[in-house]
């Protein structure tokens, strides 16, 4: 496949910046029995700093969505997945160009995180416990929808929006 930049057609794909693009990336979540692995994010990580998220990351180009997520697992945490599964696929509207498109993965695992990364800190967390933790703002959306889907339940599709107060906005679809 090649890339004609003056008419950014690639090979019979239109490719129009004007229209949408998106950074992907990477979130995952690894259960253990009645744990869930989360990330408590590095203080100076900016607005979510001090809140829990998924492990995730940037999708390098030429890197299958998969093995980026194993990668930023490896990588944040020194947990190798025993079994991933992708679980749905969220388009970030951020208000600039480009919007993020985040692949949802959840997968299984036994380890302890073996390191501590810039990133933050990777720690098993009973899920009974998450509605007193403060995390990221849409994942006591996101987990239950990942969880169905990878207990066997269909994939998501999700769209998330800002409103004129940067209100948080989440359209999730099963």
């Known amino acids: 496949?090649?890339?004609?930049?003056?008419?950014?057609?690639?090979?019979?794909?239109?490719?129009?910046?004007?229209?949408?693009?998106?950074?992907?990336?990477?979130?995952?979540?690894?259960?253990?029995?009645?744990?869930i692995l989360l990330m408590r994010i590095a203080p100076h990580r900016g607005a979510?700093?001090?809140?829990?998220?998924?492990?995730?990351?940037h999708i390098e180009r030429g890197e299958h969505p998969a093995n980026a997520a194993v990668r930023e697992l490896q990588e944040e945490s020194g947990i190798t997945p025993e079994s991933?599964?992708?679980?749905?696929v969220v388009i970030i509207e951020t208000r600039r160009i480009p919007g993020i498109g985040l692949y949802v993965f959840m997968g299984q695992s036994g380890a302890e995180p073996a390191r501590q990364s810039e990133e933050g800190v990777a720690?098993?967390?009973?899920?009974?416990?998450?509605?007193?933790?403060?995390?990221?703002?849409?994942?006591?959306?996101?987990?239950?929808?990942?969880?169905?889907?990878?207990q066997g339940g269909p994939a998501f599709t999700a769209r998330y929006t800002?409103?004129?107060?940067?209100?948080?906005q989440i359209d999730l679809e099963s």
């Open 123 to 150: 720690t098993w967390v009973p899920l009974d416990m998450l509605p007193s933790l403060p995390l990221v703002e849409d994942l006591p959306q996101l987990i239950p929808a990942a969880m169905a889907a990878y």
């Open 162 to 168: 800002y409103d004129e107060r940067n209100q948080l």
């Open 48 to 57: 979510w700093g001090g809140h829990y998220n998924g492990v995730g990351g």
């Open 84 to 88: 991933i599964r992708l679980c749905g």
């Open 1 to 35: 496949m090649w890339l004609r930049q003056d008419s950014m057609t690639l090979e019979g794909q239109t490719v129009d910046p004007a229209r949408y693009t998106i950074v992907p990336r990477t979130l995952t979540f690894l259960t253990r029995g009645q744990e």
